[in-house]
Nanobody, 125 residues
């Protein structure tokens, strides 16, 4: 059983920064590829970034590379999403997700069987 718990969301003003955390538990082999997604009201779930927690290789969506980064602390079983220069359009529920092994479609939400409950990020001007 894999459990993912996100934290770190909140209400911030434009230009601010946040660090979101995804704490994982359960059989490591089933969650060695972790991703962050977000979903704004009325919009589809969007892939942001993903990381191989064993090798450390990361991918970030091209449109977000200048402001988003993903990292992990394996000792803490935690994956982080750092967001800088927050914009109003970053307002969304942010989710982490996990799967066993990599995938040819790392930004596709349907590739991930394990999900957290989400953490809300609200950005105001």
């Amino acid at each position: 059983q894999v459990q993912l718990v996100e934290s770190g969301g909140g209400s911030v003003q434009t230009g601010g920064s946040l660090r979101l955390s995804c704490a994982a538990s359960g059989y490591t082999y089933n969650r060695n590829f972790v991703a962050w997604f977000r979903q704004a009201p009325g919009k589809e779930r969007e892939g942001i970034a993903n990381i191989d927690i064993i090798g450390g290789h990361t991918n970030i969506a091209d449109s977000l590379k200048d402001r988003f980064s993903i990292s992990r602390d394996n000792a803490e079983n935690t994956v982080y999403l750092d967001i800088h220069n927050l914009k109003v359009e970053d307002t969304a529920m942010y989710y982490c997700a996990a799967r066993r092994g990599g995938t040819a479609y790392p930004f596709a939400h349907y590739e991930y069987p394990h999900w957290g409950q989400g953490t809300q990020v609200t950005v105001s001007s």
